[in-house]
Each structure stands twice: as structure tokens, then as C-alpha cells.
């Protein structure tokens, strides 16, 4: 009775609301107002239909587009970013008239570690030579964490939410990826071209690899997690060839490098190597790369392989051309920004999103390139490592590597611990980490977790660790 009546306010109140706008948008001549009907659907399902609403916006992740691209007001992209504001807002509305979250989701390693990031992005909000764009990327970021974590949580502790979540993700990433493939096929798949032919869905070639890249690992868990029908392994299959198909025409040297990385986690998590032998290796190797240093600059130097070429040996080559390669020295002249930002201002750097607006007075001459700008105008700090160190000083940093950190640790134990005879959900658990891994390997190069592409899939991945370890430790799986 009561559902009945909150359902009939609403439409009531949505058809007068609906008439008084579209008078207002007619007298004002705006055309805008036939969109509020679409608004009001999605309001609708977001109230009434949360869980599906959710997983929806999965599908709507890889589709979305930018607003900044038509208009001149700021960047938002649309649909999910609303949807997930509006998230966001319930969630706050709901918990302060009753705590309706699970207390095991407070008491999660992963939580308190990006409790303490987002403490410390709002301390350095104060201290930020910008506090309104600071302002602004703290809300940003929270309404990416907010809704992903916890209504993810709450709704992945069914398992078969996770599946849909997943396959939704990569079923809009598929539509994006044939659109950028059609497309780029009618410029005969050329290396200038590759560069922008994933518009609108995506800005530019490094995040649409970064992205493509991700889902790898997915596709290939999702497959070989349980036996299929034939129809569906047919399609599997199918999403499996685009993706590579994809993966190799975006032309991202990271993406690429991100996949290797991902394979040599896969070995260490399957031949169970030791932590400490890992760490052993990696400070060994540390010595002889500090001892060796001047020869491998003099290779480096050598290396005159330009991220032009198409030939696919020559483009992993050109990774570490940093002598004629623009995109690298590029690279290195915002990293060099990042860090005389950080010795600056060590303690709070310069304050969260202010690294667009700062690093041009730390560039040096000879660190310019062809594609440099003297005004600065040209972005971020192209790490998601040495940008919270410019914004948010060494205590940002570390932050940031505390929550990577807690993440994949919580996440390999968990695959560890799960009950062997679920072989289906022990493989969805690998596919995640090492999907993870492809991201964050890739986040030395760019950094993409402010735009709803990568926080989308990174963070509903870590919802869904968050969901199968709580399921495992209230003995709702069954070894």
C-alpha cells in the first residue's frame, strides 16, 4: 500500500514537474526540455530499481561521453556521472536516518585505506593554492568511491550479481570497441588516425588501451571460469578476438607492456612464489640497475625506434626511446614538473587537481618538447603515482600506494583462501587481480581513475574483492 503510494506520488509529481519545465523551456525557446522525460526514467529507476540501475550503469561506463566536447560548461560525463551523483546523495540520505551498511564493509583493510586517502585529499583541499578546483575533485572523487564501494558491496554479495556486473562492463566496452574499429578500419587502421577514432566514447588512444587492456584478463577468466554452451562460448570467443583485435590496433606501447606485467603476476600467483623471494630478487636487481645505470643510458640513447611506426616489435621498442620519441620526453618533462612541484611543496603539495594549472613555470627548457606548451594547458601529470605526489606531497604518495597495496594483498589472500572445489569464483578472483594489475602498471604512464572509464571498472572490481570476503568469512561459501 505504501509502495503503491509512493510509487503514484512520484508519477504525479513527475507530470506536473514535467509540464511546468516544458512551458519554461518552450517560452525560453530552449529545445533541452524533451531530454526531461529521460531524466525523470532514470531518477525513477534509481530509487525504485537500484540494483538494476546499478549494473546498468556498467553497460553505460564504456558509452558515455563528455558534455565538455559540445559545450563550454564543465566536463561531465553523461549518463554516469549524474547516475552516480544521485548515488551518492541516497546513500548519505538513506545512512543518516539509518545505518544500513554492513559493519564487516567499515572493518575491511581496503576501506580504511581509502578512508585515510580521502582524509587526506580533504586536508590538502585546505591547504590547495585552488580550493575550489580541489573542492571539486574531492567531490568528484567521492562520487566515484561512494556509490561503487558501497552499494557495489551491497549488491555483489550475491554472487551472481558479479557475473552481470562484469559482462555487462564488457559488452558496452565490445559496442565502443567495434565502433572504434569500423571506423578506423576506413582510414586503412593508421597510426595517426588511431589516435582519435574512438571519439566520442573515448578522448583519445591511452585511455581506450588502458581500458581494452583491462578487460583482457576478464574476457579470458570469464571464459575459462566454467564450461559454456556452445552458443555462448561462440560468443565468447568472439568478444575475445575483438578485444585482442583492439588491444593491438589502439596502438598503447602502456597497454601492451600492462599485459605482460599481468602475465608475470598470473606466474607468481600460480607458482606461488614467496614474498620474500620476490623482494630479494627486486632489491638485487635494484643494485645492478644503480651500478649499471650509465650503460643503460648509453643503450637508451641509442634507441632511435619513434611511437609512429606501426610495426608492432618497433612500437614496444620505442618505450624507451628517450631521445627522439616526443610522447616519452613529453612524458619525462611532466615528470620532472611533478617533482619540482613536490620540492616545493613537499608536506600538501600544491592541492588535489591543481597540477594542470601549476606545472608550467617548472618546466625546464631542455626538457621541452615539440608538443610541450608554454602555458601548461596541456593536462595532467600522466602518472597516478607523481601526480598525488605534486598535489598532495609524500603523505599523498603513500596514500595512494597504501590503498594499491592493501588492494592486491587483500585480493591474492582471498584467492588463497577461497574454497578450492569453486573453481568458477577462485578464476573470477584471479582475472580481477590481474586485471588490476594491467591498470595500475598502466597508471605509471597515465592516469585515468578521475574519469568514469577507469574508476567504474576499478572500483566495482574492488567492491566485488570487498563482497566475496565478507560472503567468505560469514561462511556463506562452503568449502
Not at 445 to 459: E, H, M, Q, R, S
Amino acid at each position: 500500500m505504501l509502495q503503491s503510494f509512493r510509487t503514484n506520488s512520484f508519477l504525479i509529481f513527475s507530470a506536473l514537474a514535467f509540464i511546468a519545465l516544458s512551458m519554461f523551456f518552450i517560452w525560453n525557446e530552449q529545445p533541452y526540455f524533451t531530454l526531461f522525460p529521460v531524466v525523470l526514467l532514470a531518477i525513477y529507476f534509481c530509487i525504485y530499481e537500484t540494483k538494476w540501475a546499478f549494473l546498468g550503469l556498467a553497460f553505460l561506463t564504456p558509452l558515455s561521453v563528455n558534455i565538455e566536447e559540445w559545450t563550454s560548461s564543465f566536463g561531465l560525463f553523461v549518463p554516469t556521472e549524474p547516475i552516480l551523483f544521485g548515488f551518492m546523495i541516497l546513500i548519505i540520505a538513506l545512512n543518516l536516518k539509518k545505518n544500513s551498511i554492513n559493519a564487516a564493509f567499515w572493518k575491511n583493510p581496503i576501506i580504511w585505506a581509502i578512508g585515510i586517502y580521502l582524509f587526506w585529499v580533504a586536508i590538502t583541499c585546505i591547504t590547495s593554492t585552488n580550493p575550489m578546483v580541489s573542492i571539486k575533485f574531492l567531490v568528484a572523487k567521492l562520487w566515484f568511491i561512494i556509490p561503487l564501494l558501497v552499494l557495489g558491496t551491497m549488491i555483489f554479495m550475491e554472487s551472481k550479481y558479479v557475473k552481470w556486473f562484469l559482462w555487462l562492463f564488457i559488452s558496452g566496452m565490445v559496442i565502443a570497441m567495434l565502433y572504434t574499429l569500423t571506423t578506423h578500419a576506413s582510414y586503412r587502421f593508421g597510426e595517426k588516425e588511431s589516435h582519435w577514432v574512438m571519439w566520442p566514447f573515448f578522448k583519445d588512444h591511452t585511455i581506450y588501451g588502458a581500458i581494452v587492456a583491462l578487460i583482457v584478463p576478464l574476457l579470458f577468466g570469464l571464459y575459462f571460469s566454467k564450461k559454456h554452451p556452445p552458443l555462448v562460448q561462440a560468443v565468447v570467443l568472439g568478444f575475445i578476438f575483438i578485444n585482442l583485435l583492439a588491444l593491438y590496433f589502439s596502438y598503447t606501447r602502456a597497454a601492451w607492456l600492462s599485459i605482460f606485467a599481468a602475465l608475470g603476476v598470473w606466474a607468481l600467483i600460480h607458482f606461488k612464489i614467496r614474498f620474500s623471494l620476490l623482494l630479494g630478487t627486486a632489491l638485487f636487481s635494484g643494485i645492478i640497475l644503480w651500478y649499471s645505470w650509465d650503460g643503460i643510458q648509453m643503450e637508451l640513447e641509442r634507441n632511435k625506434f619513434e611511437h609512429t611506426t606501426e610495426e608492432f616489435s618497433e612500437r614496444l621498442q620505442s618505450a624507451t626511446n628517450v631521445t627522439t620519441d616526443a610522447s616519452n620526453l613529453e612524458r619525462i618533462n611532466r615528470w620532472s614538473c611533478a617533482i619540482a612541484m613536490f620540492k616545493e611543496r613537499p608536506i600538501f603539495g600544491f592541492g588535489p587537481g591543481t597540477y594542470s594549472f601549476e606545472y608550467a613555470r617548472f618546466q625546464e627548457p631542455e626538457n621541452l618538447t615539440i608538443i610541450s606548451t608554454n602555458f601548461g594547458n596541456m593536462g595532467n601529470a600522466h602518472s597516478e603515482y607523481l601526480g598525488p605526489l605534486s598535489e598532495m606531497g609524500l603523505i599523498g604518495l603513500l596514500t595512494v600506494l597504501g590503498v594499491i597495496a592493501m588492494i592486491f594483498y587483500k585480493a591474492i589472500t582471498l584467492y588463497y583462501a577461497w574454497p578450492e572445489n569453486d573453481r568458477e569464483n577462485r578464476i573470477i578472483i584471479l582475472a580481477i587481480i590481474l586485471s588490476l594489475t594491467t591498470y595500475f602498471v598502466h597508471g605509471i604512464l597515465n592516469n585515468f581513475l578521475d574519469t568514469d572509464k577507469a574508476a567504474v571498472p576499478v572500483w566495482g572490481m574492488v567492491a566485488i574483492l570487498i563482497a566475496m570476503e565478507i560472503r567468505l568469512k560469514s561462511s556463506k561459501v562452503t568449502a
